[in-house]
């Protein structure tokens, strides 16, 4: 009989850990909703990202011990909401699958190049959000006519 537990647990287990590889297995939780939302609404990175066929996963890369305590906090409702920010989109992180001279290429203006600058060497999050609109740095102190031009993804 326990060896049948066993077999069902184990089976189990798998089970989820495979769906849980899909997106919208990240939406059961209620407090993933936004999240989840913001993979879909074409006006975030996070869309930008899903359409590149990159998943949560692929950025959340916790292991099975991490994902089984996050399970058994929202089943105990012992977490917080809204959730605490994960730290994320360092260069190091983003450069793991972004080539850094095409994007500076990609972005090199007429009047100023945002990722060539007098700031030096930033992480991506200073500007770049996945789950909310992003924001350019460099409107804190300039107006440069590029951001005008930038999609829905940026606060303007």
């Not at 605490?84 to 080539?99: I, N």
């Amino acid at each position: 009989m326990v060896g049948v537990f066993i077999v069902l647990g184990f089976g189990t287990g798998a089970g989820v850990l495979k769906a849980s590889e899909k997106p919208s297995f990240c939406a059961i939780c209620h407090n993933m909703d936004k999240y989840y939302d913001s993979y879909r609404d074409e006006g975030l990175l996070a869309n930008k990202h899903a359409k590149a066929g990159v998943t949560c996963h692929d950025c959340h890369q916790e292991g099975i011990s991490k994902k089984m305590e996050e399970g058994v906090k929202y089943v105990t409702g012992d977490y917080e909401t809204p959730l605490k920010k994960r730290d994320f989109g360092t260069r190091d992180f983003c450069l793991k699958c972004h080539d850094f001279d095409k994007v500076k290429k990609k972005t090199a203006f007429d009047e100023s190049n945002p990722h060539d600058n007098h700031n030096g060497k930033q992480n991506c999050n200073v500007c770049h959000n996945m789950h909310q609109k992003s924001k350019a740095m460099c409107e804190e102190c300039h107006s440069f006519k590029w951001m005008d031009d930038l999609d829905e993804s940026w606060k303007k």
